[in-house]
């Protein structure tokens, strides 16, 4: 948090204000709730649909909920959504076309952008939101969907109360305090018989929206709570990451026997980058009834972890476990950085956590750190299928 001149206090009891005022202005709130034994975001209709009281713990390759001794509204870390369900769906109709007389009638798709309130991002979530920005509206092709998307969003931010088995932002320098981004950031703070929340805003709407809600300005005291709340977080990591010389790490291991470990364990399912927050490969595909009379184009997720990601006439570039996993972890971590200007990675933990094997992408860095590489082959990153 910034100093305490500029920070407010919301307390518990006046939090539902907060979705109150986003409603009148419009929007839909989308944030988290327990649903099927995880916290995922969907659309919320009042406080009571928060994770009240829950918590989660992971591991590589686990995820349970357990019930917390407080009642504490964001007391768990990322579960397996992101804003990249939002703003980047799983599937997006492109166009239609139906036959008439004279030929096919292209139908082009209007973007569907409601105005949507985010609320409980997490820092490592708003970096990845700021890492997608550049894939698909900071190049000369910009992606109209998701820009509209993002222009019709609010985000409330809430900062981490605890880190989980899986996080490493501190490593990535993306967490767990969220410094932008935001329209609203706050810190949730439990203390013997009062519970409230630290905020700042980020933007004039988040400004504009805090003028609806009873605050009062935060003395020293609540200031140094949200402090020692984030500074504690920072401390909790359950792993690390050493990100020194990362990008030339992965180029000269480009040979390197790890790989084929790592290759005998991985299941290719593809779930890291499902639950990723800044995968963003997608697939086309084109639908057409039985009659041929109606068509359509639908831009779904895909993965570089499936076989026919990679298949081109003649066969598929990288057609083994070994090339995929080494393609996803280079470009994760390298070539990411040469391309957009930043890791592809934010430390969420989510690739650990989802991993029906728990392999473990912070392992893996370490495992090329300390064991020799293979002599290079001479191969450029990302090509050939060994």
Same mark, same amino acid.
């Given at each position: 948090m910034s100093s305490n001149s500029d920070q407010f206090v919301l307390e518990r009891e006046r939090f539902p204000q907060l979705l109150e005022a986003l409603r009148r202005r419009g929007y839909r709130v989308v944030g988290p709730a327990v649903r099927e034994g995880a916290i995922v975001y969907d659309e919320l209709n009042s406080v009571r649909d928060l994770p009240e009281g829950?918590?989660?713990?992971q591991e590589g390759g686990t995820y349970r909920l357990r019930k917390r001794d407080d009642g504490a509204l964001f007391g768990y870390n990322v579960g397996p959504h992101s804003l990249k369900k939002y703003l980047h769906p799983a599937q997006v109709r492109l166009w239609q076309a139906d036959r /008439? #007389? %004279?030929?096919?009638?292209?139908?082009?798709e209007a973007v569907e952008a409601p105005l949507t309130a985010f609320l409980g991002v997490r820092a490592c979530d708003l970096h990845a939101v700021s890492i997608q920005n550049k894939v698909f509206a900071g190049g000369p092709y910009v992606n109209i969907g998701y820009k509209t998307r993002l222009e019709r969003s609010f985000i409330v931010a809430v900062n981490c109360g605890k880190a989980g088995g899986t996080c490493f932002c501190a490593s990535m320098n993306t967490g767990p305090q969220a410094r932008s981004g935001f329209d609203l950031?706050?810190? /949730?703070?439990?203390?013997?018989?009062?519970?409230?929340?630290v905020g700042q805003t980020g933007t004039d709407r988040g400004a504009e929206l805090l003028g609806d809600l009873v605050t009062a300005p935060a003395g020293a005291h609540e200031a140094d709570a949200a402090a020692a709340v984030v500074e504690r977080v920072t401390g909790q990591m359950?792993?690390?990451?050493?990100?020194?010389?990362?990008?030339?790490?992965?180029?000269? %291991?480009? /040979?390197?026997?790890?790989w084929?470990?790592?290759?005998?364990?991985?299941?290719?399912?593809?779930?890291?980058?499902?639950?990723?927050?800044t995968c963003f490969c997608t697939t086309v595909e084109d639908v057409t009834d039985l009659r041929g009379e109606h068509a359509e184009r639908w831009q779904k997720w895909d993965s570089c972890f499936t076989m026919d990601f990679s298949y081109i006439h003649g066969g %598929?570039?990288? #057609?083994?476990p070994r090339s995929r996993y080494r393609?996803?972890?280079?470009?994760?971590?390298?070539?990411?950085?040469d391309q957009f200007g930043t890791s592809g990675c934010v430390g969420c933990g989510?690739?650990?956590?989802?991993?029906?094997?728990?392999?473990?992408?912070?392992? /893996?860095?370490?495992a090329l750190r300390t064991a020799p590489a293979d002599p290079p082959s001479g191969k450029e990153p990302g090509h050939g299928e060994s």
């Amino acid at each position: 948090m910034s100093s305490n001149s500029d920070q407010f206090v919301l307390e518990r009891e006046r939090f539902p204000q907060l979705l109150e005022a986003l409603r009148r202005r419009g929007y839909r709130v989308v944030g988290p709730a327990v649903r099927e034994g995880a916290i995922v975001y969907d659309e919320l209709n009042s406080v009571r649909d928060l994770p009240e009281g829950w918590t989660d713990e992971q591991e590589g390759g686990t995820y349970r909920l357990r019930k917390r001794d407080d009642g504490a509204l964001f007391g768990y870390n990322v579960g397996p959504h992101s804003l990249k369900k939002y703003l980047h769906p799983a599937q997006v109709r492109l166009w239609q076309a139906d036959r /008439e #007389a %004279s030929g096919f009638t292209l139908k082009p798709e209007a973007v569907e952008a409601p105005l949507t309130a985010f609320l409980g991002v997490r820092a490592c979530d708003l970096h990845a939101v700021s890492i997608q920005n550049k894939v698909f509206a900071g190049g000369p092709y910009v992606n109209i969907g998701y820009k509209t998307r993002l222009e019709r969003s609010f985000i409330v931010a809430v900062n981490c109360g605890k880190a989980g088995g899986t996080c490493f932002c501190a490593s990535m320098n993306t967490g767990p305090q969220a410094r932008s981004g935001f329209d609203l950031a706050l810190t /949730e703070v439990l203390e013997e018989g009062r519970h409230y929340f630290v905020g700042q805003t980020g933007t004039d709407r988040g400004a504009e929206l805090l003028g609806d809600l009873v605050t009062a300005p935060a003395g020293a005291h609540e200031a140094d709570a949200a402090a020692a709340v984030v500074e504690r977080v920072t401390g909790q990591m359950g792993r690390t990451l050493d990100t020194t010389g990362i990008k030339e790490l992965l180029y000269r %291991s480009y /040979e390197h026997p790890r790989w084929a470990d790592v290759a005998a364990r991985c299941l290719t399912c593809a779930n890291c980058t499902m639950v990723c927050p800044t995968c963003f490969c997608t697939t086309v595909e084109d639908v057409t009834d039985l009659r041929g009379e109606h068509a359509e184009r639908w831009q779904k997720w895909d993965s570089c972890f499936t076989m026919d990601f990679s298949y081109i006439h003649g066969g %598929s570039v990288r #057609a083994t476990p070994r090339s995929r996993y080494r393609q996803w972890m280079t470009h994760k971590l390298a070539t990411w950085i040469d391309q957009f200007g930043t890791s592809g990675c934010v430390g969420c933990g989510r690739c650990i956590t989802w991993c029906p094997v728990a392999i473990d992408i912070t392992e /893996e860095v370490r495992a090329l750190r300390t064991a020799p590489a293979d002599p290079p082959s001479g191969k450029e990153p990302g090509h050939g299928e060994s």
